[in-house]
């Protein structure tokens, strides 16, 4: 598939238009986060998952962001979605993508963000009696911790 | 074969159908820095693998939403500390990406000479070892190791004579490169490189026809070319699954389409795929570095004028994703920036991460002597791992 074809099937599928651009950024809806990953590793071949992480837009809520690429073809999408204000459950990409595992683990660690259907959702680089998800805006950079032992 | 599903856990048992767990790490000569691997075994054979990181973390991407864009790229040194240049690279490129700088083609191409020495150290590196990983049977013991540390030592001394530091340099920064190459560099360079040119011959033929060698390394720690990809592991370990992608070629950045190198790929997706990519790769890298020597054209090494204030440099509204291929891989950075001197987000795909998280996929299977073996060929650094 070249990146037309993606371009406007994606488009059609969302019923929005995709803008040009490399890579190719794609807003889907919370609700078909997982069967639009799925659309893209399949009838794509963005078989590569490069990385997944979330943004804070502090009032706005969170936002995932997955990248994915087809190496062969050159085609990169950057697949997006709004969970929405106060909002921290998103489907999981487990079930697509096996990369999906550790990405996921750390954006839960970072944002607090549930991976719903993950297999092992649990902090991945702080400690677990962490409190609270540092890449959070609210989060001030001085927060205090207790000793580590 | 084993029936992992079908197994009870005991305290501690070495024989019959009963798992032991094992903990290795986080202080583990082998680790490559601090990680922890919990296995489980069934006799001698691991039989799944808990990964414990985080022992290094510093949270990088907090901590680049606090900095500048003149002061960042220094630190960006420290994610990755044995390939800096790498990881300064991809900042800087998504900084220049969203502000549309121009970038003179002198400071493109000393990118590049940095990019790739640092390339064949690292390699050095993980060559060295990689090979005292997995012991004495390697041409005794350290040998490997002390030949490889003495090679990267001059490559070092490079760095130290281009811009006063041996591991965390400081040398990128947005619009361009901050030192200009001394007088006599060129030639200094061209001679090490040349050295260590022959020198990787030599290691060569210490390693190929090395019984023991090929025993650890041949069909050992297998990733097929879907795994890889699937997992999103990059760099040698994916061009060592069969995957013929490398961003250098593919997405070109910093003038790389002005030289001629050739991305090796092997087939096999075993420990002697990805040690053969490796060493194929120094080749290349040497070769792009007498090339960007040979071009090196004159003129400006910034675009735009000195700072005054570390807050100067601000950029546009927008986002993007840089990358480039570092000696493990795609080392990423995805950028939003809203209009003020910091970034709003910044996300680090770090090569590493993304390479260890292939382990719970591979290891299971394999003796606890192949745990070290895969490990190595992994070449992780917990820098960058961690961030």
């Given amino acids: 598939m070249i990146a037309e074809q993606a371009r406007a099937s994606l488009g059609s599928m969302l019923g929005v238009e995709i803008g040009a651009g490399v890579p190719m950024v794609v807003d889907v809806p919370a609700s078909r986060w997982e069967e639009i990953a799925r659309y893209a590793k399949d009838t794509i071949g963005c078989r590569f998952f490069n990385f997944l992480t979330a943004v804070d837009w502090k009032e706005q809520g969170l936002e995932v962001v997955a990248r994915v690429d087809n190496l062969e073809d050159g085609i990169s999408l950057m697949l997006k979605t709004k969970l929405g204000s106060g909002v921290n459950n998103c489907a999981s990409l487990t079930p697509v993508y096996r990369g999906a595992n550790w ?47 | 074969m084993l029936d992992v599903n079908n197994t009870t856990r005991v305290e501690m048992d070495w024989s019959g159908p009963e798992r032991l767990q094992m903990n290795m790490g986080p202080q583990h000569p082998s680790a490559h820095g601090v990680f922890r691997a919990i296995l489980g075994l069934q006799g001698e054979t691991v039989v799944d693998v808990d990964a414990v990181i985080g022992y290094l973390h510093r949270c990088h991407e907090k901590l680049s939403e606090t900095l500048t864009y003149a002061q960042y790229p220094s630190i960006a040194s420290k994610t990755d500390y044995v390939a800096a240049m790498t990881s300064e690279f991809a900042y800087v490129l998504a900084a220049e990406e969203i502000g549309k700088f121009e970038v003179p083609k002198r400071a493109q191409y000393l990118r590049v000479i940095v990019a790739e020495l640092q390339r064949i150290a690292s390699h050095l590196l ?93 069909g050992v720690g297998v990733v097929s070319r879907e795994l890889a990809q699937d997992v999103g592991i990059a760099g040698p370990l994916l061009r060592g699954s ?73 950029l546009p509204k927008g986002e993007a994703y840089a990358r480039v291929e570092g000696p493990r891989g795609e080392v990423g950075t995805y950028m939003i920036s809203d209009g003020s001197a910091k970034p709003y987000r910044m996300k680090w795909r770090g090569a590493s991460f993304s390479n260890l998280a292939i382990l719970p996929h591979i290891i299971p299977g394999h003796k606890v002597a192949d745990v070290v073996a895969i490990m190595g060929s992994v070449d992780p650094v917990f820098g960058e791992v961690d961030r």
């Fill in chain 1, 103 to 149: 990405m996921e683990r750390e954006c839960f660690d970072m944002f607090g963000v549930h991976f719903d259907n993950h297999p092992d959702l649990r902090r991945i680089l702080l400690e677990d009696g962490w409190e609270g998800h540092p890449l959070l805006k609210s989060y001030a950079v001085d927060t205090p911790h207790p000793p580590y032992r």
């Fill in chain 2, 126 to 218: 993980w060559l060295g070892t990689w090979c005292m990983d997995m012991g004495g049977a390697l041409g005794g013991g350290a040998t490997i190791f002390l030949y490889c540390i003495r090679e990267r030592e001059d490559i070092l001394d490079l760095f130290e004579a281009l811009v006063g530091a041996r591991l965390l340099y400081g040398f990128f920064q947005v619009g361009g490169v901050r030192y200009d190459i001394p007088d006599g560099w060129a030639e200094q360079c061209r001679s090490t490189i040349d050295r260590i040119n022959s020198r990787i011959d030599e290691y060569e033929q210490m390693l190929v026809d090395n019984a023991f060698f090929l025993a650890r390394t041949q």
């Fill in chain 2, 242 to 314: 069969g995957v013929n992608y490398d961003i250098r070629r593919n997405a070109p950045y910093s003038s790389y389409q002005d030289f001629d190198f050739r991305v090796p790929v092997e087939t096999d997706g075993d420990c002697y795929a990805r040690y053969r990519v490796r060493m194929a790769e120094f080749r290349q890298a040497i070769s792009i570095i007498r090339q960007a020597l040979d071009k090196l054209p004159a003129g400006p090494i910034s675009s735009r004028p000195a700072l005054k204030s570390v807050a100067q440099i601000r």
